[in-house]
């Protein structure tokens, strides 16, 4: 019997052509972030998903190379959520915004977005971005000229009380 007859063949293609495309895709851009500490950061994951399908859970990670986190903790993080629909292509497009507020240097590691279809748990995962946090360089010059006004304060509360005695006597 011959196995790879050419309308076995078409067949074959047939199949995998006709193959629907994905039903969740996750889409984000792969550059590396880098950010100064105290800035703020919004990283965009776009969840490409059919209606018809599926319903989608998606959520950012955060691993420190140890372990994959969820994002939850609202207190230092802005998760929303927005999205349109495509109707020539019965798809929807969810965009999840990850926005830190105001960066600190452990905010630096490894940040990915999922998606799932409720249903029929089909996954996707987008790839890890790197996030890089670098140190503020104006940090400590703030510092010191708060406490250089400090000092100056200081000297002038010093004088002026001396001026003061000096009227007295
Ligand atoms: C979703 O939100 C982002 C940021 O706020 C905005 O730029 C974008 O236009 C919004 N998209 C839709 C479809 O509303
Ligand atoms: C983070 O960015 C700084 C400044 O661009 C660079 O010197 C440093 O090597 C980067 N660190 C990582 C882990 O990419």
Not at 41 to 67: G, H, M, P, Q
Not at 116 to 137: E, F, R, Y
């Amino acid at each position: 019997m011959q196995i790879f007859h050419p309308t076995v063949a078409f067949l074959i293609m047939f199949v995998l052509c006709s193959q629907p495309t994905s039903a969740v895709i996750v889409r984000y851009p792969r550059e590396p972030v880098t950010q100064t500490e105290g800035l703020s950061l919004s990283l965009k994951c776009t969840v490409e998903y059919r209606k018809k399908d599926c319903d989608i859970e998606a959520k950012w990670w955060y691993t420190n190379s140890y372990e994959l986190l969820p994002i939850m903790d609202p207190n230092t993080y802005l998760i929303t959520v927005n999205e349109t629909e495509l109707e020539t292509k019965k798809l929807r497009l969810r965009n999840i915004f990850l926005t830190i507020s105001s960066l600190k240097l452990q905010d630096s590691g490894l940040y990915q977005c999922d998606a799932k279809c409720l249903d029929s748990g089909t996954q996707a995962k987008g790839h890890l971005v790197a996030v890089n946090i670098t140190a503020d360089p104006y940090k400590g010059l703030k510092v010191s000229t708060w406490s250089g006004q400090l000092k100056a304060d200081a000297a002038a509360l010093a004088f002026s009380t001396i001026l003061l005695l000096l009227r007295c006597y």
